[in-house]
């Protein structure tokens, strides 16, 4: 599917989450950006007892309400009406990869109960049972945390579904939709 504008972008690493939203085409603009210290990595150091083992359902909990009390006060203020929602970074090509497979279809477009699904299901899993079901080895200790955090933007924000690419903002992401490039990145 096509990127339109108005959209939002969140990209999540592993020391932050970035966001930034669109309402038109027009180079360079941007309407609001935002960066959290709410990476996957960061996030798993901070809430996780044991991140290579199974986690526990108080442990989510707690991120979750930690992302809600970071980005709630922005989004969804933030964020046009009738925006497309566009997540990027390694958890969400891992999300992407999980949805097609139950789902059929490309990854592309995804549903946002596919984090939900995901985060019960993987957080009940050692990283080891983790990289066995398709995690890859160096994300599967931080995957749970990327999962809650994608899952509490979707709770914040009211999100169905969003888009996934294979690119992320560092790479120009916003530059290309402004130039009406979406293409070149995975769209």
């Given at each position: 599917p096509a990127v339109r504008t108005p959209c939002a972008i969140f990209d999540l690493g592993g020391g932050s989450l970035e966001f930034v939203a669109k309402t038109d085409a027009a180079p360079r603009s941007r309407d609001s950006a935002e960066s959290w210290a709410l990476g996957a990595v960061r996030a798993s150091r901070r809430f996780f007892s044991d991140a290579s083992g199974k986690i526990p359902t108080e442990e989510i909990s707690a991120l979750?309400?930690?992302?809600?009390?970071?980005?709630?006060?922005?989004?969804?203020?933030?964020?046009?009406?009738?925006a497309q929602f566009v997540f990027c970074g390694g958890a969400a090509g891992i999300c992407a990869r999980f949805a097609a497979e139950k789902n059929g279809g490309n990854g592309c477009e995804?549903?946002?109960?596919?984090?939900?699904?995901?985060?019960?299901e993987m957080s009940g899993k050692t990283a080891a049972e983790r990289v066995a079901c398709?995690?890859?080895?160096?994300?599967?200790?931080?995957?749970?945390?990327?999962?809650?955090?994608?899952?509490?933007?979707?709770a914040v924000c009211g999100v169905r579904s969003f888009l996934h690419t294979r690119r992320n903002l560092r790479y120009g992401l916003c530059a290309?939709?402004?130039?009406?490039?979406?293409?070149a990145f995975g769209f």
């Open positions: 979750r309400a930690f992302a809600r009390a970071a980005v709630a006060p922005c989004l969804p203020r933030e964020i046009p009406r009738g995804i549903s946002a109960e596919i984090f939900e699904e995901l985060l019960r398709g995690v890859p080895a160096k994300r599967a200790d931080i995957f749970p945390a990327a999962l809650a955090v994608f899952a509490e933007i979707c290309a939709l402004c130039r009406g490039d979406a293409a």
